[in-house]
Nanobody, 121 residues
């Protein structure tokens, strides 16, 4: 079991930037890492993911060109740089780890508790 702890959320004005961090309690080198978000009254939605190795990150259309996901396996951390924030980005942001089936039978996922991002006028 790997615990994930998000940080870096807060209140920011429209057009501003925030950098979210996700710190893992163990190695994430073999995991695909992702960020999700959940706005009030809405379902949780995928924001971005970055594979363990090879290939590039993927982004939801709503954040493409504004958000950047990155990882530092040595520090067991994942980041989400968020620029040009809008009201629609207001949500709780969750860090997610996808554990491959070759590592854990059947594969599994880990979730953090989330960090609140509020974009105000």
């Amino acid at each position: 079991q790997v615990q994930l702890v998000e940080s870096g959320g807060g209140l920011v004005q429209v057009g501003g930037s925030l950098r979210l961090s996700c710190t893992a309690s163990g190695s994430i080198a073999s995991f695909t890492m992702a960020w999700y978000r959940q706005a009030p009254g809405k379902q949780r939605e995928w924001v971005a993911n970055i594979p363990s190795s090879g290939g590039g990150p993927d982004y939801a259309d709503s954040v493409k060109g504004r958000f950047t996901i990155a990882r530092d396996n040595d520090k067991m951390m994942v980041f989400l740089q968020m620029n040009s924030l809008t009201h629609e980005d207001t949500a709780v942001y969750f860090c997610n780890a996808i554990v491959p089936p070759w590592l854990v039978a059947g594969g599994t996922t880990y979730w953090g508790q989330g960090t609140q991002v509020t974009v105000s006028s």
